[in-house]
């Protein structure tokens, strides 16, 4: 099992690369010269498993340094997360996170925290202006090609995905780019809706399970492992195993899932771990002001299956925990 580790090597090199010769450390007591920081955290959706842990990673660490946060509930909705950067700026946070948001839907919230002088950092959601960090989250490609290589290049598959957020969004682009060099898988596409992401692919995974009798290979491919969990769910009440099915994120649902033999496999990210490194960059980034060069930092992960899980557990436990 090959993990990478990202976050530790980025830290320094945004260090160097915003603070610009600054002694500022991003880990250090002092480093927010002694003031006691409030961070506003706009998450795309409290029903999305995978957010809420980078919520928790991102409120673990700033309790950890003494600082306030407090989280708003965007509910899947444009509109209201640019509401709701809008409000954090007439509160006078020291700094927003937002999660899944695509940056450049966010003009009007990006453009106020920036007239106020306030960084936004970003879980997913990409550069844009206005936007400091971002750690990038799509990894489309490595469980696009994990499904082709377990189908043996040929085979039905149903892609469940979500165009409101850019994770998904990238992710689905690159699941199309494999499907386009294996002509011999036919793939049916379908949107969930979030919230109501687990149900709405329980009723896409029925439907096309319908029309899709044991006999051929057969596969989905979810952008994130909430629609997987529905699409296992569809899998149980048509006592269907010869069904493969993936996900992203690498939620304690899933790993359990792939204990008990329905997912096949999930593509673990570390984001408990996203949300401490967004935190750990504010004083470096508010240090720095309009020296520092924004960021994109990798997200770790690994690819979690039956015949790695035990041991993932072992060198993981907290991730079984939520």
Request: glycine share 10%.
């Amino acid at each position: 099992m090959e993990i990478k580790r990202t976050f530790a090597v980025l830290v320094a090199a945004a260090l160097m690369v915003g603070a610009c010769g600054s002694s500022a450390s991003s880990t250090a007591p002092d480093a927010a010269g002694g003031k006691k920081l409030s961070i506003g955290i706009v998450t795309f959706s409290a029903s999305d498993v995978a957010t809420n842990r980078v919520v928790t990673g991102a409120q673990t660490e700033a309790a950890a340094k003494g600082w306030d946060s407090s989280v708003v509930d965007a509910q899947g909705s444009v509109d209201t997360a640019n509401s709701a950067i809008q409000n954090l700026v007439q509160k006078k946070v020291d700094a927003i996170i937002v999660t899944v948001f695509p940056s450049n839907s966010l003009k009007a919230g990006l453009d106020a925290a920036k007239a106020a002088n306030i960084p936004v950092l970003t879980h997913g959601g990409g550069i844009a202006d206005g936007v400091y960090v971002g750690i990038d989250v799509s990894l489309g490609g490595v469980i696009a090609d994990r499904v082709v290589a377990d189908l043996g290049g040929a085979g039905d598959t149903l892609a469940l995905t979500y165009r409101g957020g850019l994770p998904c969004r990238e992710r689905e682009a690159s699941w199309m780019t494999v499907l386009g060099a294996n002509p011999k898988i036919n793939n049916t596409t379908q949107q969930v809706t979030v919230p109501g992401q687990v149900e709405s692919a329980t009723a896409a995974t029925n439907a096309w399970l319908a029309a899709h009798p044991v006999g051929t290979k057969q596969a989905v491919w979810t952008c994130f492992d909430d629609p997987a969990m529905g699409a296992v769910a569809a899998l149980k009440q048509n006592n269907r195993k010869d069904v493969l099915v993936y996900g992203v994120n690498g939620n304690p649902d899933a790993l359990q899932s792939i204990k008990d033999g329905w997912l096949t496999a999930t593509l673990w990210t570390d984001l408990p771990g996203a949300g401490k490194y967004l935190v750990d960059q504010i004083p470096a980034v508010k240090a720095a002001g309009t020296s520092w060069h924004p960021v994109i930092a990798p997200a770790d992960n690994v690819i979690v299956d039956k015949k790695n899980i035990d041991q993932f557990l072992k060198d993981h436990p907290d991730a079984a925990k939520g």
